[in-house]
């Protein structure tokens, strides 16, 4: 199993800044992906943005050049900096991991508790 652990969620003024964390921990031989997701009130849940084990990363139209989502292979962890905030970034953000387990080589897909962040005035 695979145990997520996210932090930096909050209340920021528009145009402030905010960056998660989300620390992997378990029986994990290998990380392939790890992303972080939202959902709105009333709305369902997409996807920000997934970083890929070779780097690689991909992110929705509506945080382009805003968002930067980082890795720090060691501590397995993901990391989704937030500038330039908008009300409508206004979510709960879910981080997710993708992996293979220890020992059965089982494939995980996990997902945090969720954090909440608030952009307002």
């Known amino acids: 199993q695979v145990q997520l652990v996210e932090s930096g969620g909050g209340l920021v003024q528009p145009g402030g800044s905010l960056r998660l964390s989300c620390a992997a921990s378990?029986?994990?031989?290998?990380?392939?992906?790890m992303g972080w997701y939202r959902q709105a009130l009333g709305k369902e849940r997409e996807l920000v943005a997934r970083i890929h084990s070779g780097g690689s990363t991909n992110y929705a139209d509506s945080v382009k050049g805003r968002f930067t989502i980082s890795r720090d292979y060691a501590k397995n962890t993901v990391y989704l900096q937030m500038n330039s905030l908008k009300p409508e970034d206004t979510a709960v953000y879910y981080c997710?991991?993708?992996?293979?387990?220890?020992?059965?080589?089982?494939?995980?897909?996990?997902w945090g508790q969720g954090t909440l962040v608030t952009v307002s005035s």
């Open positions: 378990g029986s994990i031989f290998s990380i392939n992906a």
């Open positions: 997710n991991v993708g992996a293979w387990e220890a020992g059965t080589r089982n494939a995980l897909d996990a």
